[in-house]
């Protein structure tokens, strides 16, 4: 990758995925879901990771994890946790690292708890089972939680059921599941989606929170932009397998390049706009099995050239720490090194 795309963030780097393969052999052919992904997480901030669905922002998470199923598989690449080839451990020291040093939270909670056990019994659980704390530590630490996750009368909420909580309450536990054992990496997989917008504000401002007070750093996953300009620091942009835009939240704001992050910002309702319609990217994301010719992004794109149907673009560096995939920036600076 180009320079900048490895040079360490200001407080160091937790997870360092890179040059990441991740291909699902089918019956029809091999879909690249995840094709040369090269993503940084650092100590400090929330890296946002955004796209439409099927751009493989969430395979690169389960890669992480290495909880892709087949015929998904990881082909190349590197996934650094603190410097540890995540691709190289056997499966028994990756049950180990997850739940321990990584967690994932996902977009709806019922799916993740068991109804049959009290949601204060599960969290617990988890600290017993991966840190081999005892019954009454374990019982106050998760309490403890729930109070840092803005879970109220967090002491009472221990007893209670999945189904006695709402959904936002239910979300909480979750966090405070993923962060109770203080993992090096919490990943948040659409962690709001499923909640309306006031309790989604809540949880990303507890999320932010929480990012501030714990040595953990965040990876979000989301297809919301304006979810990403809530809490996110740096942000890359995924479109069909490929890394298209990566800069810090102010720079991919009030610089935007890529076309497919403009139509991405052009879909976020703002106040001010006059009521006018929310823009759309115009057709569909690219089945992987039949990617177009050039830029993946061509067929949908208002501003492409002859050119982009014959070469892909590389990621050219078009501003300090910001590097975008379109030839429209190739004269602007550095491309990609390998
Ligand atoms: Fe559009 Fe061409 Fe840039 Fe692709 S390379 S985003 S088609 S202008």
Not at 24 to 51: E, L, N, S
Not at 211 to 230: K, Y
Request: charged letters at 25%; hydrophobic letters at 35%.
């Amino acid at each position: 990758m180009g320079e900048g795309m490895t040079r360490a963030p200001e407080y160091g780097e937790t997870l360092r995925i890179k040059n990441l393969r991740t291909h699902f052999f089918t019956r029809y052919g091999v879909a690249p879901a995840v094709d040369d992904v090269t993503i940084t997480i650092p100590r400090k901030g929330i890296v946002g990771v955004v796209g439409e669905s099927g751009c493989g922002k969430s395979v690169t998470a389960l890669s992480v994890m290495r909880l892709v199923s087949r015929p998904g598989k990881i082909v190349s690449g590197k996934v650094l946790l603190d410097g540890e080839d995540l691709t190289a451990k056997s499966p028994r020291e990756m049950r180990q690292i997850r739940g321990n040093k990584i967690s994932m939270i996902f977009q709806e909670p019922m799916t993740s708890l068991n109804p049959v056990y009290t949601v204060g019994s599960q969290v617990a659980e988890a600290m017993v089972i991966h840190q081999g704390a005892g019954k009454k530590e374990a019982r106050d630490r998760t309490v403890e939680m729930f109070r840092s996750v803005g879970i109220p009368e967090a002491e009472k909420r221990f007893g209670s059921y999945p189904h006695q909580l709402s959904g936002g309450l239910r979300q909480r536990v979750m966090i405070a599941m993923a962060m109770v054992c203080r993992p090096r990496l919490m990943i948040a997989d659409e962690p709001t989606t499923a909640l309306d917008v006031t309790i989604e504000a809540q949880i990303l401002h507890q999320m932010k929170e929480l990012e501030r007070n714990m040595d953990t750093s965040i990876m979000l996953i989301t297809h919301n932009m304006g979810v990403v300009a809530e809490i996110c620091d740096y942000v890359y942009v995924m479109y069909a397998g490929r890394i298209m835009e990566q800069a810090d939240i102010f720079s991919l704001f009030d610089h935007t390049m890529h076309p497919y992050t403009t139509g991405l910002l052009g879909s976020i309702p703002r106040s001010g706009r006059g009521g006018g319609r929310l823009y759309n990217i115009r057709g569909m994301v690219p089945s992987l099995l039949s990617l177009p010719k050039g830029c993946r992004f061509r067929p949908r794109c208002e501003r492409a050239m002859p050119e982009c149907a014959e070469h892909e673009p590389e990621l050219y560096e078009a501003g300090r720490g910001h590097w975008v995939r379109c030839h429209l920036y190739r004269d602007s600076g550095g491309g990609e090194t390998r």
